[in-house]
Nanobody, 123 residues
Framework: QVQLVESGGGLVQAGGSLRLSCAVSGRIYSSYVMGWFRQAPGKERELVAA????????YYADSAKGRFTISRDNADNTVYLQMNSLKPEDTAVYYCAASLGGHLAVTRNYYYWGQGTQVTVSS
C-alpha cells in the first residue's frame, strides 16, 4: 500500500511559478514510476509528467515541455513538480500518482492516487 499527499498548490498570476510536492509513504518498490496528472473542469485527466523512482528517467506532455520539471528525492520520499511560466490554461487540480512499473506514459498503469491540490493561474 502506498499513500500520496500533495501540497504546494495555490493561486498565482500568469507567468509565475509554483512547486508542487508529493509526500510518498508506504512500501515503495524500485520499479515504481511517479506521475503528476491534472484535471481541469470539464476536461479529462491528463498526464503532465512522470519519473522513474530509480534512475530518474522522465516523461513530459507537450504542454509541460520547457516549463515544468519533475524530480524526486528518494531519501525524503518526495516527488516534486516545478512549474514555471504558468498560463491560465494550466489551471486544474493536480494529482500525484504511482505506477507499479512499465512505460511512464501508460496512464492505465497508475494505481495509487493522492487527493489532489488546486492550481489556479490568473490572467
Amino acid at each position: 500500500q502506498v499513500q500520496l499527499v500533495e501540497s504546494g498548490g495555490g493561486l498565482v498570476q500568469a507567468g509565475g511559478s509554483l512547486r508542487l510536492s508529493c509526500a510518498v509513504s508506504g512500501r515503495i518498490y524500485s520499479s515504481y514510476v511517479m506521475g503528476w496528472f491534472r484535471q481541469a473542469p470539464g476536461k479529462e485527466r491528463e498526464l503532465v509528467a512522470a519519473i522513474t523512482w530509480i534512475g530518474g528517467s522522465t516523461y513530459y506532455a507537450d504542454s509541460a515541455k520547457g516549463r515544468f520539471t519533475i524530480s524526486r528525492d528518494n531519501a525524503d520520499n518526495t516527488v516534486y513538480l516545478q512549474m514555471n511560466s504558468l498560463k491560465p490554461e494550466d489551471t486544474a487540480v493536480y494529482y500525484c500518482a504511482a505506477s507499479l512499473g512499465g512505460h511512464l506514459a501508460v496512464t492505465r498503469n497508475y494505481y495509487y492516487w493522492g487527493q489532489g491540490t488546486q492550481v489556479t493561474v490568473s490572467s
